[in-house]
């Protein structure tokens, strides 16, 4: 079965610095979603990505993120100059259509020291 | 903006029981889409089940069931003869007024006892 995957599972970073979730989707997805769940609290969206540009984005969604699609089958997530807050595990999702299921990655856990 | 909330946030049954988990939102939408994903200890998030506004069916998939009431604004899941590997976080999902994102609720912790 098609699965949406996740690299690396977790990440260790150091504050200040920059660091690129990355993801590949179900091959014939065509929306994909960046989702962010602090330890102990709930998921949050952080933005949607269709047609190679931003969907929509969340208040967390700031300058300090960005996302990209660099080629047929990666898309990243980029945090610039990491807080502590950033501390939290950031899933991707695809879906064919939208308002369609949305499949998760098993995430990537990002510890910022 | 919609909201979701679930107001469990923990139960615990012992194995084999059935078990129903909450949750109620808030939306002046009339088309949306509701989900349940359960969210075992390795946090990957898994589909339970999904169910369409404008079907008055409540869906159903092998042990999991929704009990959907559009009018209340209440999506509840029913998990029949509970197996240890249901313990997990459950979210309550909503899709909706455009928006691509999901909303979460902030979960329930359901334990299975043996």
């Known amino acids: 079965e098609p699965e949406v995957t996740q690299t690396p599972s977790h990440q260790v970073t150091q504050m200040g610095q920059e660091v690129i979730l990355r993801c590949v989707p179900i091959s014939n997805h065509l929306y994909f979603y960046w989702y962010r769940q602090i330890l102990g609290q709930k998921v949050e969206f952080l933005v949607s990505f269709y047609n190679n540009e931003i969907s929509e984005k969340s208040e967390i969604f700031d300058d300090q993120f960005s996302v990209e699609r660099p080629d047929g089958s990666n898309f990243t997530l980029k945090i610039r100059s990491t807080k502590l807050e950033d501390s939290a595990m950031y899933f991707c999702a695809s879906t064919r259509h939208h308002s369609s299921i949305q499949y998760f990655g098993a995430g990537t856990r990002l510890s910022v020291l | 903006a919609q909201t979701v909330t679930q107001s469990q946030p923990e139960m615990s049954v012992q194995e084999a029981e059935t078990v129903t988990l909450s949750c109620t939102y808030d939306t002046s939408e009339n088309n949306y889409y509701l989900f349940w994903y359960k969210q075992p200890p390795s946090r990957q998030m898994i589909l339970v089940i999904r169910?369409?506004?404008?079907?008055?069916q409540n869906a159903t998939e092998n042990r999991f069931s929704v009990n959907f009431q559009k009018a209340a604004k209440s999506f509840s899941l029913k998990i029949s003869d509970s197996q240890l590997g249901d313990t997990a976080m459950y979210f309550c999902?909503?899709?909706?007024?455009?928006?691509?994102?999901?909303?979460f609720g902030k979960g329930t912790h359901l334990i299975i006892q043996p």
């Open positions: 999902a909503f899709l909706g007024g455009g928006a691509d994102g999901l909303t």
């Open positions: 169910q369409e506004a404008y079907k008055q």
